[in-house]
């Protein structure tokens, strides 16, 4: 059993943008607006007073969110509270996210959610939401995009292929060539991450598949997924992102490790001092929350991309 608890999880954290065509613009993208970094310690206590009842990757989004907009975890744990009822956490803790980046109330976020795709998870429907509200579009015209995509698959696919159009300006049918070329064998949710990785970098999917295929052995697609968009991010070579990853903590899945290869990238600083901040983070929960939580203290913002990936975690 992954310590993720799922192939995939759908959080949103971060708005949309157009497509970038370069790897300094891809990470400039990545690590746009992000917030003041703060001791660790003031991130645990965050974390803390976060909603209770909740698996700690729901809590670590709301941590970030209050971080991003600067206001009390209370309002947070508010605006959670208004989010609709009978979904897990990680589709009210998206709405949350989406109301602070696009500014939109939680009443109207509810009132498009209602507006989704039956039939899907809540992950899925709130992802729709996030792409309509943070990209100005009208629920209808992003449920016709969702609608465009490849049949077969669970909504998360679906879901990254119309956020990747949307982020990278690229029709659907473009999008759906691309995926499918890439690689057998793997989950649609690693197949629209290679698909996003190529479309927002400007690089031939042929190119991602490379990269994808130089990554470890042993490990489930995301992660390899994740140190894909950690080349394109940054610009460095495949064998200098394996090395970074081969430094992070042992004993955790690959997800929690790519992250923390991100966070080294994002922020510029070493692995070992990563490390110590991950080591900082509250005992008695996954890699991903405690991945996350160092993100926060790092003030970085944590990239839908990476989280489309990375957060369905545990339905709670």
Do not use: W
Request: aromatic share 12%; hydrophobic share 40%.
């Amino acid at each position: 059993m992954k310590d993720l608890g799922f192939k995939f999880l759908i959080f949103v954290l971060v708005g949309l943008a157009p497509h970038f065509v370069n790897a300094q613009a891809c990470l400039k993208f990545y690590s746009r607006s992000n917030i003041k970094s703060v001791p660790m310690k003031i991130v645990n206590d965050l974390f803390a007073g976060s909603i209770d009842g909740y698996y700690g990757e729901t809590k670590a989004v709301l941590v970030n969110a209050s971080l991003v907009s600067r206001r009390n975890i209370s309002e947070i744990n508010s605006l959670f509270n208004q989010t609709p009822n009978g979904y897990y956490g990680p589709t009210k803790a998206s709405l949350v996210y989406t109301s602070i980046v696009s500014g939109k109330p939680i009443s109207e976020l509810n009132a498009m959610f209602n507006k989704t795709t039956d039939g899907y998870y809540g992950e899925t429907k709130a992802a729709l939401v996030h792409a309509a509200a943070v990209s100005g579009k009208p629920i209808s015209e992003i449920i016709d995009l969702f609608n465009q995509t490849p049949n077969g698959y669970y909504g998360p696919t679906k879901a990254s292929l119309v956020y990747t159009s949307i982020v990278s300006g690229k029709p659907i049918s473009e999008l759906n060539a691309m995926f499918n070329k890439t690689t057998d064998g793997y989950y649609g949710e690693t197949k629209a991450a290679l698909v996003h990785a190529a479309a927002v970098s400007g690089k031939p999917i042929s190119e991602i598949i490379d990269l994808f295929n130089q990554t470890p052995n042993g490990y489930y697609g995301e992660t390899k997924a994740l140190l894909v968009y950690s080349v394109v991010a940054s610009g460095k070579p495949i064998s200098e992102i394996i090395d970074l990853f081969n430094q992070t903590p042992n004993g955790y899945y690959g997800e929690t490790k790519a992250l923390l290869v991100y966070a080294s990238i994002a922020s510029g600083k070493p692995v070992s001092q990563i490390n110590a901040l991950f080591n900082q983070t509250p005992n008695g929960y996954y890699g991903p929350t405690k991945a996350l939580l160092v993100l926060s203290s790092l003030g970085l913002k944590i990239p839908f991309e990476h989280l489309l990936i990375v957060l369905n975690l545990k339905k709670k």
